[in-house]
């Protein structure tokens, strides 16, 4: 028997997993619940649960906070996602495993038992890190978390991302940006190799949108629309790199 915890704000929908769970799933035993994300944490370092059904969306932060808080991960995620497009093509494209709420109980069969094949074979890490990487392989497009799920972003879509302690705001060429709950070294990660430079470390620039660079102790990108964008000394260096690579592929 597997043991697993619950971890969601949603007090109505935990009991009725539960519910549907001893029905229909009697080989996973549900034994504790929780309804935040640092309560969460706390949690699994306790019970050490073999399984856990884990919210996207809570009022502290979103399930992926919860997974970056905990080393050495050794147990399987279910995710409980409200229905989304996007979302549910990320999740099928990392091989992890989600319900939809509310829960169809053949769902929860289904997942199940793809838990059970699962849990032997790829590692929660592998998968983690597919989900955190391109849709469909594609590097023209990547995944952030939003307060509705996951969205699909182009690439060239994004003028820059800035820093807010663990928190990141990404800015659109349209104007419009989102905070995002991850720090900016997750966008440094996932977006240097596709044109970005960490400029400074509050910022990380698209260098398709860098109009000019003015001379200072580190000086200042300017970018297409209109904002200026500190260098630091220790980061002139790699910007300058970046520039003319990226100068030379046009």
Same mark, same amino acid.
Request: hydrophobic share 40%.
């Given at each position: ?11 109505? $929908? !935990? ?7 001893? #029905? ?43 997974? =970056?808080? @905990? ?13 989304? =497009?996007?979302?549910? /093509? ?10 939809? *709420? ?22 929660? =890490? ?23 799920? #996951? /969205? ?6 994004? @003028?820059?991302?800035?820093?807010? *302690?663990?928190?990141?705001?990404? $800015? ?7 905070? &995002? ?8 990660? !996932? ?6 430079? /960490? ?8 260098? *398709? ?11 200042? !990108? !300017? ?7 500190? &260098? ?17 592929? #046009?």
């Amino acid at each position: 028997m597997s043991k697993a915890i619950i971890i969601d704000d949603e007090l109505h $929908f !935990v009991e009725s997993l539960k519910v549907l769970i001893d #029905l229909h799933c009697p080989q996973i035993k549900i034994i504790d619940v929780a309804p935040s994300v640092k309560e969460g944490i706390t949690l699994i370092k306790k019970q050490k649960p073999d399984l856990i059904f884990l919210d996207i969306d809570m009022p502290d932060g979103d399930g992926f906070d919860v997974l =970056e808080k @905990i080393s050495g991960r050794d147990f399987e995620v279910i995710f409980t996602i409200s229905y989304n =497009e996007f979302a549910i /093509r990320a999740f099928e494209f990392s091989a992890l495993n989600y319900l939809i *709420k509310p829960i169809n109980p053949n769902e929860l069969k289904k997942v199940i038992m793809d838990y059970e094949k699962q849990k032997n074979t790829i590692h929660i =890490e592998k998968r983690l890190n597919v989900l955190d990487g391109s849709i469909n392989r594609n590097p023209d497009k990547i995944i952030i978390p939003d307060s509705s799920g #996951l /969205r699909i972003v182009e690439v060239n879509d994004i @003028i820059r991302c800035s820093a807010d *302690k663990n928190y990141t705001t990404v $800015f659109f060429v349209d104007g419009k940006s989102t905070i &995002v709950s991850r720090p900016i070294c997750h966008f440094e990660n !996932v977006l240097t190799d596709i044109n970005f430079v /960490r400029v400074h470390n509050s910022d990380l620039v698209n260098l *398709k949108y860098v109009d000019r660079y003015l001379k200072g102790k580190g000086g200042y !990108v !300017v970018l297409s629309d209109g904002t200026c964008v500190n &260098v630091s000394v220790r980061k002139k260096h790699e910007l300058f790199r970046k520039m003319n690579q990226y100068a030379l592929a #046009l």
